[in-house]
């Protein structure tokens, strides 16, 4: 029996390639694709770990090992919270990738010997990365491309506001044209779940979109930065229905651009 170890491990590495662009991309954390390189290496190396003497038991928690630094070299780490929730997405698109290949086994007769897959015919694993690995590159291409784009159109908001204090993110909307019409001060729109002015508290703009206009309960900001710089001329908008562009709950008008710059 012969067993070509560069194939095993270039499916090995293409396997655990795939499986951390899907956690990237689900949990959106674009990342360098070198990272990712560097993350399914680490865990291409776990196929040597079969041939040595080691029971099931003793690989297995080899391998949990090897995912930790995976997850490790590919996301770094950044908090407990968000550690946890990359080695969740890992093992979860594992099983589903699993599940794939387990489809596969149906159509392509294989053998098991020992703790390796022997397989008559193409191998379901090769298929997948041919099959795959082209979409899951473009895909993941294209959308590092529109994050790197994306972010830099996101800024660090702070601002305080009947007795309040916020501090959140906010996307540079272009389509955010919004003014007051007496002293034309631009309005950064926001939603903040349970939170809403009392009219009497309020400025109330009108505005008007496709689907119909309406009221915004704008006022005006005690303090105002963005990216640490001190904003004057602006009001802010609670709008009562839930908003989200890129991830973000916090729109900037387009008038802010050229001071940003």
Not at 172 to 183: A, E, M, R, V, Y
Not at 204 to 228: M, N, Q, S, Y
Request: aromatic share 18%; with cysteine.
């Amino acid at each position: 029996m012969k067993i070509y170890v560069d194939l095993v491990f270039f499916i090995n590495f293409s396997y655990d390639f795939f499986l951390l662009i899907t956690v990237s991309s689900l949990l959106k954390e674009w990342v360098p694709l070198k990272k990712i390189f560097l993350g399914a290496f680490l865990g291409g190396i776990s196929i040597f770990f079969l041939f040595l003497s080691m029971n099931e038991i003793t690989l297995f928690v080899v391998k949990i090992i090897i995912s930790i630094f995976m997850i490790l070299a590919t996301f770094s780490y950044q908090n407990k919270e968000m550690f946890f929730k990359n080695i969740g997405t890992l093992y979860l698109s594992s099983f589903f990738l699993g599940g794939i290949l387990y489809f596969f086994k149906d159509t392509f007769y294989y053998q098991k010997q020992g703790l390796l897959f022997l397989y008559q015919g193409t191998s379901p694993h090769f298929l997948l990365i041919i099959l795959l690995g082209p979409f899951f590159l473009f895909f993941y291409r294209k959308q590092l491309k529109k994050e790197k784009r994306n972010l830099t159109l996101v800024h660090s908001l702070y601002f305080e506001a009947l007795g309040k204090t916020f501090k959140i993110e906010g996307f540079l909307d272009t389509g955010n044209q919004l003014q007051d019409p007496f002293k034309k001060r631009s309005i950064i729109l926001l939603y903040e779940k349970g939170f809403l002015p009392k009219i009497e508290e309020a400025i109330l703009v009108p505005f008007e979109t496709a689907r119909g206009g309406g009221l915004v309960r704008c006022v005006i900001p005690k303090i105002l930065t963005v990216d640490g710089k001190e904003m004057h001329n602006y009001l802010i908008g609670f709008l009562d229905k839930k908003i989200a562009v890129d991830g973000r709950s916090c729109l900037l008008p387009n008038q802010m651009r050229e001071e940003l710059e």
